[in-house]
């Protein structure tokens, strides 16, 4: 099946136009491309605001065809998508190589924590008292942070800083372990280091 083909004795003035647009359109592409790789030393505005009259000028028309439409609104889609991000672009290379996007700026943004209680211990036999003590620092803190309604044993807390101390000491070959309770970025955290 072979496709229809417009003869140039049925083309009209309006398709000569819609050509013209399209040509205009991929030309200021080309030099917004050039002008942003540092060819050029000025926007391409002239033809930026030719092509803008040019698409005011069909906008309100009310008798163009179907298929002339559909062309016109997909050249003026293709030309509004084009400006924004030209002007982005522009936007970019004015402010510098400085300027960090919004969403890289949570990433690199520094986590604060906060010491909260430091407590050492030998052993979590021998400190019983101690770590009671951050136990309840530990539950505190977590409902000041609003820190779901999980709520951890006092026996559970106790076999986690045992299985994280034996193997402290074990790697590091020392006695004493210091149990840091620290809040960063309103999680609540235990960290045994060797003291």
Known sequence: MSIPTVSKERRTEFDDELDRLETAIRQL??????????GLKH??????????????????????????????NGLVHRFVTMQELWGKRVLNREQGPSRVPRRLDKKLHKKTER????????????????LRELYDRFVKERERQGEGPRRLSFEKFVRGISSQTARLRKEADCGEIE?????????????ALRA
Request: glycine share 2%; with cysteine; aromatic share 8%.
């Open 115 to 130: 010491c909260v209680a430091v407590c050492r211990i030998q052993g979590a036999e021998r400190d019983a008292e101690a």
């Open 179 to 191: 149990l840091r309770l620290i809040v960063s970025d309103q999680k609540v955290q235990l960290r």
């Open 43 to 72: 926007e391409p505005i002239q033809l930026r605001f030719r092509i803008q009259k040019i698409v005011k000028k069909y906008a309100d028309a009310r008798d163009i065809k179907y298929h002339h439409r559909y062309r016109l």
């Open 29 to 38: 592409k080309i030099e917004y491309d050039r002008f942003l790789a540092g």
